[in-house]
């Protein structure tokens, strides 16, 4: 099956439990971007928390916000997800009736990606996942700064033969952008390469010169 065809780009991630934190991150990533991936977990699919979903509501308009919902049940998240009008949805293959939830997002209008953890065998992307996009977990999500897996690749270049867009969350560098575009992948998703830098504004226009040159 030939690949659908997706525009390559940078996602600066949003990790942060403190809504004071978040919002300021926020921020700053809007004057450089609006394609701004935000991490949001309630400390079921993944040890700790960040926003609730109410919180959400005060973000600035004319984002492009990809939510990546590392929650147990993406549903409550749905209705704030359509007020802020995200362009996007990330729901977890290792969630119970994942395939139901991303169904559900899907008939919501979302654009809906299945994300997939490390350690989750490949085999469980069925068929029947109707998904946007497969959004590959480079590290164990949760916490920013890991390495990446060293078997990543492998699963990539798998993965490429469903057609589907793929991205990477995780341990994405800019020393690692070219095998990861040359395996397939268009959308990077970098939160501590961008958000802990010394100059966020800098290292986001190195990721996407770089991800020129890829």
Same mark, same amino acid.
């Given at each position: 099956?030939? +690949?659908?065809?997706? =525009?390559?780009?940078?996602?600066?991630?949003?990790?942060?439990?403190?809504?004071?934190?978040?919002?300021?991150?926020?921020?700053?990533?809007?004057?450089?971007?609006?394609?701004?991936?935000?991490?949001?977990?309630?400390?079921?699919?993944?040890? &700790?928390?960040?926003?609730?979903?109410?919180?959400?509501?005060?973000?600035?308009? #004319?984002? @492009?916000?990809?939510?990546?919902?590392?929650?147990?049940?993406? !549903?409550?998240?749905?209705?704030?997800?359509? =007020?802020?009008?995200?362009? +996007?949805?990330?729901?977890?293959?290792?969630?119970?009736?994942?395939?139901?939830?991303?169904?559900?997002?899907?008939?919501?209008?979302? %654009?809906?990606?299945?994300?997939?953890?490390?350690?989750?065998?490949?085999?469980? !992307?069925?068929?029947?996942?109707?998904?946007?996009?497969?959004?590959?977990? &480079?590290?164990?999500?949760?916490? @920013?700064?890991?390495?990446?897996?060293?078997?990543?690749?492998?699963?990539?270049?798998?993965?490429?033969?469903?057609?589907?867009?793929?991205?990477?969350? &995780?341990?994405?560098?800019?020393? =690692?952008?070219?095998?990861?575009?040359?395996?397939?992948?268009?959308?990077?998703?970098? #939160?501590?390469?961008?958000?802990?830098? &010394?100059?966020?504004?800098?290292?986001?226009?190195?990721? %996407?010169?770089?991800? =020129?040159?890829?």
């Amino acid at each position: 099956m030939a +690949s659908r065809r997706a =525009r390559k780009g940078i996602w600066p991630a949003v990790l942060e439990h403190r809504p004071v934190e978040f919002f300021r991150t926020v921020r700053l990533l809007r004057r450089l971007t609006r394609d701004i991936h935000l991490d949001l977990m309630d400390g079921t699919l993944v040890p &700790g928390r960040t926003v609730p979903p109410a919180t959400l509501v005060r973000l600035p308009p #004319g984002g @492009q916000y990809q939510l990546h919902l590392m929650v147990r049940d993406p !549903l409550p998240w749905l209705a704030v997800a359509e =007020r802020i009008r995200a362009r +996007s949805l990330i729901i977890h293959l290792e969630i119970p009736r994942a395939l139901e939830r991303i169904r559900q997002a899907r008939r919501h209008g979302f %654009q809906t990606w299945v994300a997939i953890n490390p350690d989750t065998p490949l085999s469980r !992307l069925t068929r029947r996942i109707a998904a946007d996009g497969i959004m590959v977990m &480079g590290v164990a999500p949760g916490a @920013q700064g890991q390495a990446q897996t060293p078997h990543l690749l492998q699963r990539l270049r798998a993965l490429r033969r469903r057609g589907l867009p793929l991205g990477v969350d &995780g341990g994405v560098r800019l020393e =690692r952008l070219a095998a990861l575009a040359a395996a397939g992948v268009s959308t990077f998703v970098v #939160g501590a390469g961008i958000t802990l830098a &010394g100059d966020p504004a800098r290292a986001y226009a190195a990721f %996407q010169r770089r991800l =020129r040159d890829a």
